[in-house]
């Protein structure tokens, strides 16, 4: 598959959960935010929800702001699968 074949594949699942295999393995579940020509960006489900949980320096700890959101490269990409 070509590169703009991956790129056209993961712009049909915007906004959709899914799941993400790479060449090398890794396995991604998440929300699929954004895609470009060299990448696709996954905000990965968190157990906390919208929220994450966030530690720091001097003992303080609490919720951040959002998930993180996961870079990957259309060149990496395995497999890509809806989850429902």
Request: glycine share 10%; aromatic share 14%.
């Amino acid at each position: 598959m070509s590169i703009a074949e991956r790129y056209y594949a993961c712009h049909s699942y915007m906004n959709r959960n899914v799941r993400v295999h790479m060449r090398d393995g890794r396995v991604y579940e998440g929300t699929l935010v954004n895609v470009d020509r060299s990448n696709l960006y996954i905000r990965e489900n968190s157990p906390y929800g919208d929220r994450c949980r966030i530690s720091g320096f001097y003992g303080g700890y609490g919720w951040g702001a959002g998930a993180a959101v996961t870079t990957l490269a259309l060149f990496d990409l395995l497999a890509i699968a809806l989850i429902v």
